[in-house]
């Protein structure tokens, strides 16, 4: 355990799991390691969702990874239930049994698939999550060694720009929201204009 700690792993990987929004999610090769910084999706729409708390809302994760976005948000929304899409079948794996070890499992299903895919999920939602894969491929490697060498490179790689995942996801949450629905993704850093460009350009209004 020492030699992997210094050899740059991160403690999460190390036994298996992390806490994220007071709840304990475990890991797996296949899912990113969801950092506290994600959490401020969680805030961010919850706070949106917290006059309709009692409703049946429907949720989507577009990249779902290890369920996190969705199983936080359900666990404060108790008539919610949500579906969750990540092309990783581990992952699917993993985000299923996060779901069963919390008792949201009645709310809340993993399908893989493609996360751009429009009938992905089926019907309208009324809450759209998603932190895409938005690290520029050059950058890649250049990052903390925690995330770079023990994350999945599937879950970062937004392709040269950084924007690629944006091009394909934006018109499928455009398709999917609800009238009066609402979605709160995670940006990298610098990319706000340029997402809500492509945003606006698929016919949704940034907030």
């Given at each position: 355990?020492?030699?992997?700690?210094?050899?740059?792993?991160?403690?999460?990987?190390?036994?298996?799991?992390?806490?994220?929004?007071?709840?304990?999610?475990?890991?797996?090769?296949?899912?990113?390691?969801?950092?506290?910084?994600s959490?401020?999706?969680?805030?961010?729409?919850?706070?949106?969702?917290?006059?309709?708390r009692?409703?049946?809302l429907?949720?989507?994760?577009?990249?779902?990874?290890?369920?996190?976005?969705?199983?936080?948000?359900?666990?404060?929304?108790?008539?919610?239930?949500?579906?969750?899409?990540?092309?990783?079948?581990?992952?699917?794996r993993?985000?299923?049994?996060?779901?069963?070890?919390?008792?949201l499992?009645?709310r809340?299903?993993?399908?893989?698939?493609?996360?751009?895919?429009?009938?992905?999920?089926?019907?309208?939602?009324?809450?759209?999550?998603?932190n895409?894969?938005?690290?520029?491929?050059?950058?890649?490697?250049?990052?903390?060694?925690?995330?770079?060498?023990?994350?999945?490179?599937?879950?970062?790689?937004?392709?040269?720009?950084?924007?690629?995942?944006?091009?394909?996801?934006?018109?499928?949450v455009?398709?999917g929201l609800a009238?009066?629905?609402?979605?709160?993704?995670?940006?990298?850093?610098?990319?706000?204009?340029?997402?809500?460009?492509?945003?606006?350009?698929?016919?949704?209004?940034?907030?």
């Amino acid at each position: 355990v020492i030699q992997r700690r210094i050899a740059g792993e991160p403690v999460s990987r190390i036994r298996g799991w992390r806490e994220f929004w007071s709840l304990r999610l475990e890991l797996s090769p296949e899912t990113l390691d969801p950092r506290p910084d994600s959490e401020t999706i969680v805030t961010a729409a919850l706070s949106w969702a917290h006059e309709r708390r009692d409703a049946p809302l429907r949720l989507l994760d577009l990249g779902s990874g290890s369920g996190a976005l969705l199983l936080a948000c359900l666990s404060a929304l108790p008539q919610a239930s949500g579906v969750g899409i990540d092309i990783s079948a581990g992952a699917v794996r993993t985000a299923t049994a996060n779901a069963a070890r919390l008792d949201l499992d009645g709310r809340a299903s993993f399908i893989e698939g493609d996360f751009a895919d429009p009938d992905a999920g089926g019907g309208r939602f009324d809450l759209i999550l998603c932190n895409p894969p938005y690290i520029p491929q050059a950058e890649i490697d250049g990052l903390a060694r925690e995330v770079a060498a023990f994350d999945p490179r599937l879950a970062l790689d937004g392709g040269d720009d950084g924007l690629v995942s944006w091009r394909r996801l934006l018109p499928r949450v455009a398709r999917g929201l609800a009238p009066r629905g609402r979605a709160f993704v995670e940006i990298g850093a610098g990319q706000q204009a340029a997402v809500a460009d492509l945003a606006i350009a698929a016919s949704l209004r940034p907030a």
